[in-house]
């Protein structure tokens, strides 16, 4: 199934949780509030016990990414630093990642709105350097409308101008894809507690493939992909990840839910 010839996309998801430390020491200071106290009177005073805390205080705790060849064929996917899955590590192959596939596109699902600014303050926290990023010009890839990014969310949303409701679990369902199977986003901070990194990155995975195949079909609307053509490939994606599902384990989940679209 590999993709011929160089990487030209990198499709990617993260998984953070708040750092309650930090937003104790931030938001109350001088009051030695206990990390879950602080996390705790945070959401109490915005009158939501599930408010979410804004990305500035989260660490990442997941990041997975695909690479994906000029001929939109999966190359690879991975979550970084199995089995340890260090914060500090998985960013900083993250960002040596962007740097080393120097002609890449980043493919994301609101990775402006969230994963690229968590990833862009883990960098700033961890001190990690990727002038193929930070330092490129007003064009690059922190220009809004860049053709080095490509925020999926963005894109369909018109730039902002309608939400998409559903999301990507919406977006992936509609083409026959899992999308959002046993955990969701709400449930990573009790996985965490509990120390299940592993089913941590292997949902972050699924998030990934899920990005991938609306990734595909969006490649139809430009026209870059005839119907047909995007048919095969998902079919030998399918088989591809098939033949890595034993080495790794967090595919056969996604496999079990694989389906086909019927419009």
Known sequence: MAASGETRYIVFDTESVVD?????????????????????????????????VPVTFHVPIAVAVARVGADFRLQDISALDAPRFDSKRMVEL???????????????FNGRGFDLPLLTFAAFRYGLSCPRYFADDRFGFRYRFTDRHLDLMEWLSEYGAVRVAGGLDL????????????????RVAELWADGKLAEIN???????????????????LTGELALDVEA????????????RADEQPAL???LENFGVWNA
């Not at 104790?24 to 990390?35: D, K, M, S, Y």
């Not at 990642?97 to 980043?106: E, I, K, M, Q, T």
């Not at 292997?202 to 139809?220: E, G, M």
């Open 171 to 186: 977006l992936a369902k509609l083409l026959g894809k899992p999308g959002k199977m046993t955990t969701t986003g709400a």
């Open 252 to 254: 056969r989940p996604y």
């Open 20 to 52: 309650a430390d930090l937003l104790a020491r931030v938001l109350f200071p001088g009051e030695e509030l206990p990390p879950d106290a602080a996390l705790a009177r945070y959401r109490e005073e915005k009158g939501d016990p599930d408010a979410f």
């Open 232 to 243: 095969e490939i998902v079919a030998a994606t399918r088989r591809w990840l098939a033949s």
């Open 94 to 108: 993250f960002w040596k990642g962007v740097g080393h596939y120097d002609r890449s596109v980043l493919v994301d």
């Open 202 to 220: 292997a949902y972050c995975i699924h998030d990934v493939l899920d990005t991938y195949f609306v990734f595909l079909r969006t490649r139809v």
